[in-house]
């Protein structure tokens, strides 16, 4: 089945240790997108690819990067993870800008 | 910054009952969507309705948009356990930013 995939599910990582979530698409989708989303709230846009056009939101930090190297993958760099980076990150394609999304099963960062 | 308010944040119903939930949002749109989230997993597509329809059915869910009052509601008939979950609305903006932008959401549970 066609699907989305996020690695690891669970990660855990010790503050300012580099970090590296990875995302992977079977759907063939050109947006794939990166939210951060805390407890009992809404998912917060980090970033998207349109294909190979990165759009970043103005209130993502600067700690937080991606990388696309092709249609199928998408990873997100959190560079000195600190402990209110701790969320859920999930990871979402859609085969234009503003259509359906589908989404991951997320990967859950605990900061220690 | 969040498009959507949700209301209610939060609703318990029996099972068999109806449940309704209601989005509004700001600006001019393309289209809202809803989506599902079970605990600690990812968000699931519910349904899409355009800024040109008014009221949309997929199964046990009905969902009304009227770009008027800039509100949405969606309905859930003949509610089950497995209804539990977190919904959302999400919203396409019509400025071309190729994204979209969640609610804070409404807790939903029923009781058997």
């Known amino acids: 089945d066609a699907m989305v995939i996020q690695n690891p599910r669970y990660q855990v990582t010790q503050f300012g240790k580099p970090v590296t979530l990875s995302c992977s698409q079977t759907?063939?989708?050109?947006?794939m997108y990166w939210y951060q989303q805390k407890s009992s709230q809404a998912p917060k846009l980090l970033f998207h690819?349109?294909?190979?056009?990165?759009?970043n939101e103005a209130d993502t930090p600067d700690n937080f990067q991606s990388r696309r190297p092709n249609t199928s993958f998408c990873f997100l760099d959190i560079r000195s993870p600190g402990l209110g980076d701790a969320a859920m990150y999930l990871c979402?394609?859609?085969?234009?800008?503003?259509?359906?999304?589908?989404f991951g099963p997320g990967t859950r960062l605990l900061v220690l | 910054s969040q498009q959507g308010e949700e209301d209610p944040q939060a609703l318990s119903i029996q099972e068999g009952e109806n449940a309704t939930m209601n989005c509004s949002y700001k600006?001019?749109?393309?289209?809202l969507q809803w989506y599902r989230q079970n605990s600690g997993r990812g968000l699931v597509h519910l349904i899409l309705?355009?800024?040109?329809?008014r009221e949309k059915h997929s199964g046990r869910l009905r969902v009304t948009l009227d770009t008027s009052k800039k509100s949405s509601s969606l309905l859930i008939t003949a509610s089950r356990a497995a209804d539990t979950a977190s919904y959302f609305c999400?919203?396409?903006?019509?400025?071309?930013?190729?994204?979209?932008?969640f609610g804070t959401g409404t807790r939903l549970t029923i009781i058997p």
């Open positions: 979402a394609t859609s085969s234009n800008a503003g259509e359906t999304q589908y």
């Open positions: 759907l063939n989708h050109n947006v």
């Open positions: 690819y349109y294909d190979k056009d990165f759009n």
């Open positions: 600006t001019s749109i393309n289209n």
């Open positions: 309705i355009r800024s040109n329809e």
């Open positions: 999400a919203t396409e903006d019509n400025f071309g930013n190729e994204k979209l932008t």
